[in-house]
T-cell receptor, first 116, second 113 residues
Framework: GAVVSQHPSWVICKSGTSVKIECRSL??????MFWYRQFPKQSLMLMAT?????????EQGVEKDKFLINHASLTLSTLTVTSAHPEDSSFYIC????????????FGPGTRLTVL | QQQVKQSPQSLIVQKGGISIINCAYE??????FPWYQQFPGKGPALLIA?????SEKKEGRFTISFNKSAKQFSLHIMDSQPGDSATYFC????????????FGKGTKLSVKP
């Protein structure tokens, strides 16, 4: 149990394009989902927290207009990197938290974004 | 200000040895302390977690020791195996597992055969 998937696992795009990353909780309902960013050999940096049906709460320094987060259902959250630039290249990881047994943060496998 | 300090940054242990990773926190409101294991190119996986009402929790070869007065907690990996080679992150949150996690900077563990 407690499986979180992400799609795509990696993506390469040209500068200026937008990229959407999906995060799904496969076997539980996620009341809260989180999006992290991780640079090589560094720790996880929380970007935003989203609750189903509500607007995401962004951490200080994260541009909400650049990183659009939608948590449309209890099993799906999406992160859209708009007008991506090379400095947006990173490893993006989502996590999901449910209730009861699933009241922990379970992480997805991550998405490697490379912007050329 | 780094709220969770993790050490060492890297650790090399012989197969069968004990790996010890330490974390210290500053915010006394933290009440949930998980450890995550991350392999290269993968997302972190929850290993074990502890709450401040106990001083130790053991799951298989993994043990968390917690010292509330010192505001420190540590992960012990007994009988370390090459397959344990990964990066380990400690974290802390307040509000139990409902809170947002504050991560340490990570420890890269290498277990030599």
């Amino acid at each position: 149990g407690a499986v979180v998937s992400q799609h795509p696992s990696w993506v390469i795009c040209k500068s200026g394009t937008s990229v959407k990353i999906e995060c799904r909780s496969l076997d539980f309902q996620a009341t809260t989902m989180f999006w992290y960013r991780q640079f090589p050999k560094q720790s996880l940096m929380l970007m935003a927290t989203s609750n189903e049906g509500s607007k995401a709460t962004y951490e200080q320094g994260v541009e909400k207009d650049k990183f659009l987060i939608n948590h449309a259902s209890l099993t799906l959250s999406t992160l859209t990197v708009t007008s991506a630039h090379p400095e947006d290249s990173s490893f993006y990881i989502c996590s999901a938290r449910g209730q009861g047994f699933y009241n922990e943060q379970f992480f997805g496998p991550g998405t490697r974004l490379t912007v050329l | 200000q780094q709220q969770v300090k993790q050490s060492p940054q890297s650790l090399i242990v012989q197969k069968g040895g004990i790996s010890i990773i330490n974390c210290a926190y500053e915010n006394t409101a933290f009440d949930y302390f998980p450890w995550y294991q991350q392999f290269p190119g993968k997302g972190p996986a929850l290993l074990i977690a502890i709450r401040p009402d106990v001083s130790e929790k053991k799951e298989g070869r993994f043990t968390i020791s917690f010292n509330k007065s010192a505001k420190q907690f540590s992960l012990h990996i007994m009988d370390s195996q090459p397959g344990d080679s990964a990066t380990y992150f400690c974290a802390a949150s307040r509000g139990g597992s409902q809170g947002n996690l504050i991560f340490g900077k990570g420890t890269k563990l290498s277990v030599k055969p």
